[in-house]
């Protein structure tokens, strides 16, 4: 596990999070999110969260932990440490953000008991630089 200093952090959140509309509570405001963009959501209690970060992460081999406060460091831990510690992650923090750079995928748990997993949305100098990739 890494504590991320405030600029890693800060350019992991303009990379996932900052990406996404935001309510007035901080959390991703699914409702105004494409569609298709969406993996799945499902309420905690009926989802294993590793499976899906398992399912919809498969390139990922470390995942970046966003926390509803940045007082508490966000930390980047690599998958299997992450999906051993998930069941005491969830269990402390009742509201979280986990992002897989190598999938550009952002998992959502919200303190409402909501589980959900969406691709980062892309905007036109990403696409640009894509499709010169």
């Known amino acids: 596990m890494q504590l991320l200093s405030l600029v890693q952090h800060l350019q992991y959140e303009r990379e996932s999070l900052s990406r996404y509309p935001r309510d007035s509570d901080g959390g991703i405001e699914w409702g105004a999110v494409a569609d298709d963009l969406v993996l ?3 309420e905690s209690d009926s989802i294993e969260l590793s499976a899906v970060i398992q399912q919809f992460a498969p390139k990922a081999d470390s995942l970046i932990f966003f926390w509803e406060s940045l007082a508490v460091p966000s930390v980047e ?10 069941p005491e992650i969830t269990e402390s923090v009742p509201e979280l953000w986990i992002y897989s750079p190598g999938d550009r995928i952002v998992v959502e748990v919200s303190f409402s008991g909501v589980v959900t997993a ?3 949305p892309v905007d036109a100098d990403d696409r640009s630089s894509e499709r010169r990739a």
């Open 40 to 42: 799945c959501s499902m």
């Open 77 to 86: 831990m690599g998958l299997e440490s992450s999906i051993s510690h998930l």
């Open 118 to 120: 969406a691709r980062v």
